[in-house]
């Protein structure tokens, strides 16, 4: 498509491929997905060590086509320790720890290594997927061929204990789902779409079947917990508010007098 582009307009477009993500998942188990230098205009592609590379945070890593393709203002020549070296790197004296670690788990793990853990996270990830579907709440998002991630949303026109649309949303279940302590982020899609929420999970090697069978199931006391407690609109908890101190005048004297009294403290024992 591009090569057409740059044909008939003399153009000269490259492509670098922000394979952040992809870069340590497709070669593995998508093996005829053409996407690397296989395609004429494909420069350079980065991918992010510490993510599916297996790797812990602060290493990423870029390949250029060839030297042609690496701008001259990039390379410092430098001498250093006798010999004459290019370096590409933004800041010169850094631990190389995670170099290393990257080698080792290249060399570990090696191309079938890789392999079977993708091959497992994206089953890991399809357990989930099904898992949610089958609750009966949720819709997935994009969901199909690519990362081991589950982008998922409330499924439209739910209703909550008392028949009525739901009033609470994905933040609501972010923030029950602490409870249980997992930290599971809600987003709004970007412009255009923002009206969409989503919470989404990315499946890591560390991530087992029953760990994932253990979140559905907190999950559903969640919603079970919201439909549950999230049905009143905000007008119906301030009339509910105004009727209490209507029929209970004096609730709020005695409820302070009995909590900060500090010689009830003390009897109580309070420290
Ligand atoms: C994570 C990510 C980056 C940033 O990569 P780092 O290695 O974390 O600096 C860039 N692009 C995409 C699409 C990413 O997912």
Redesign the pocket.
């Known amino acids: 498509m591009i090569s057409k582009v740059n044909k008939e307009k003399g153009l000269d477009v490259r492509i670098h491929v922000?394979a952040?993500?992809e870069g340590f998942v497709a070669p593995f188990i998508y093996e005829n997905i053409k996407w690397d230098f296989l395609l004429d205009n494909v420069n350079s592609i980065?991918t992010?060590?510490?993510?599916y590379g297996l790797v812990y945070p602060g290493v990423?890593w870029v390949i250029w086509r060839n030297n042609s393709c690496v701008d001259e203002s990039l390379q410092f020549h430098v001498a250093y320790l006798g010999t004459n070296q290019i370096s590409l790197q933004l800041n010169f004296s850094k631990n190389a720890n995670m170099v290393a670690a990257q080698y080792y788990q290249i060399v570990r793990l090696g191309f079938e290594g890789y392999r079977r853990i993708m091959s497992n996270l994206m089953k890991v990830a399809g357990h989930l997927a099904e898992g949610l579907l089958a609750t009966g709440h949720f819709k997935l998002i994009g969901h199909g061929p690519g990362l081991p991630v589950v982008a998922f949303a409330l499924k439209d026109g739910r209703t909550d204990a008392k028949g009525n649309d739901i009033k609470y949303d994905e933040f609501d279940i972010m923030d029950r789902l602490k409870e249980y302590h997992w930290q599971l982020p809600a987003y709004n899609l970007p412009k255009n779409a923002e009206h969409q929420k989503m919470l989404r999970v990315v499946i890591r090697e560390d991530h087992s079947f029953e760990m994932i069978s253990d979140l559905i199931t907190d999950m559903k006391r969640v919603i079970d917990w919201l439909d549950h407690h999230f049905v009143y609109t905000e007008k119906e908890m301030t009339d509910l508010r105004a009727k209490f101190s209507a029929d209970h005048p004096d609730h709020s004297k005695k409820h302070k007098k009995h909590y900060h009294s500090p010689n009830n403290k003390k009897k109580a024992g309070v420290c």
């Open positions: 922000d952040a993500s980065n992010s060590g510490h993510k990423g």
